[in-house]
């Protein structure tokens, strides 16, 4: 499992564009430029950079997009400071305006060992202290329980796609369902709705969808999935 290391700097970038735009929209310079504090013109610089790397593309006057492989970093990034930020508030009881500013130096020193010991330590939590999703995991497993019966780290390796949960699609979507997140209760609450890895999941994007829950179509059963299951069910983008 060892990759080469991303500064620090071109994570930051991908994390504000995976933030803004996960489903696939153009985020402007301005938009960059004002969340990371950086003027414009070193945003533009850093934006054909990144193209250049193949982690976006990039229009400009118009913004950038994250591509495959700039999501698959984006993802891990954005997992591993919402996964401290939990750590940070659950378990170290750190004051809650000083949790993103250490989450944020703590993010590109945490291993991916040690994402996944802490994501097994603190029961594989679905939202950050601000309710937002945190992404999937990239190991190769179906589902946590998969996770829970590998002991050796050794022997995890990487799935070769991205994932976005229910509640991150952002307009219509449809996929296979390629992971399910949660302890054996909630994986158990799922199954008996006859969701499993594998079915086909459509979603049709409504503003003025029923709160809390989300109407998705799977195997050509609607179903009115509540925001605990939508956050842990993955489909392949």
Do not use: W
């Not at 970038?13 to 504090?37: A, H, P, W």
């Not at 799935?159 to 158990?188: K, M, P, Q, V």
């Not at 003025?208 to 109407?215: D, E, G, P, Q």
Request: charged residues 30%; negative net charge.
């Amino acid at each position: 499992m060892t990759e080469s290391k991303i500064s620090d700097n071109i994570e930051e970038y991908l994390e504000v564009l995976y933030r803004n735009g996960n489903n696939g929209e153009q985020v402007s310079t301005t938009q960059l430029s004002k969340e990371l504090d950086i003027a414009p013109g070193s945003v533009t610089q850093m934006l054909k950079k990144l193209e250049n790397l193949g982690y976006i593309s990039y229009t400009p006057y118009k913004g950038a997009t994250l591509t495959d492989e700039g999501m698959k970093i984006a993802q891990k990034i954005t997992r591993k400071h919402r996964i401290l930020e939990k750590f940070l508030t659950d378990v170290l009881k750190i004051k809650d305006e000083n949790v993103h500013e250490q989450a944020c130096e703590m993010e590109h020193a945490l291993s991916d060992e040690a994402e996944r010991a802490l994501c097994s330590m603190l029961n594989n939590p679905d939202v950050c202290p601000d309710d937002n999703v945190i992404p999937a995991c990239n190991f190769d497993f179906d589902s946590c329980h998969q996770c829970y019966s590998q002991k050796d780290f050794d022997q995890v390796f990487n799935r070769e796609f991205n994932l976005l949960s229910i509640s991150e699609l952002t307009s219509d979507a449809e996929g296979i369902i390629s992971f399910i997140r949660g302890n054996n209760e909630l994986l158990d609450e799922i199954a008996d709705e006859g969701i499993k890895v594998g079915c086909n999941l459509k979603y049709e994007f409504n503003d003025n969808r029923v709160s809390n829950h989300y109407l998705v179509t799977i195997d050509d059963r609607e179903l009115n999935i509540p925001t605990e299951m939508a956050n842990n069910i993955f489909i392949r983008i």
